[in-house]
């Protein structure tokens, strides 16, 4: 049984940093992926990264704030944050791709976590 588990969020002033962690369990994954969602909104791509990770992936938005990487010998995936704004507040997920698809959607992502709270307060 596949099991991802976030951690990491929490609330942060304007312009700090956060570290989320993603922890694997039942298989191991090619792609992960992090998303966010804040209220109101659909939930939108923010970083992937392959097995290897010789392909990472960003959203505009997160661009050169955000990093992703990943453990594989322990199965998990990081987020560094840094340089938070407001519109950065959400809930961030994590999600495996095993097949073949578009990084960037959400259908094309096989196992979600339960999310993680990013409070960016100003």
């Known amino acids: 049984q596949v099991h991802l588990v976030e951690s990491g969020g929490g609330l942060v002033q304007v312009g700090g940093s956060l570290r989320l962690s993603c922890a694997a369990s039942?298989?191991?994954?090619?792609?992960y992926g992090w998303f966010r969602q804040a209220p109101g909104k659909e939930r939108e791509f923010v970083a992937a990264?392959?097995?290897?990770?010789?392909?990472?992936l960003y959203s505009d938005s997160v661009k050169g704030r955000f990093t992703i990487s990943r453990d594989s010998a322990q199965n998990t995936v990081y987020l560094q944050v840094n340089s938070l704004k407001p519109e950065d507040t959400a809930v961030y997920y994590c999600?495996?791709?095993?097949?073949?698809?578009?990084?960037?959607?959400?259908?094309?992502?096989?196992?979600w976590g339960q999310g993680a709270q990013v409070t960016v307060s100003s």
């Open positions: 990264i392959t097995r290897s990770s010789s392909n990472t």
């Open positions: 999600a495996v791709k095993i097949y073949s698809g578009s990084y960037y959607q959400t259908s094309n992502y096989d196992y």
């Open positions: 039942g298989l191991t994954f090619e792609t």
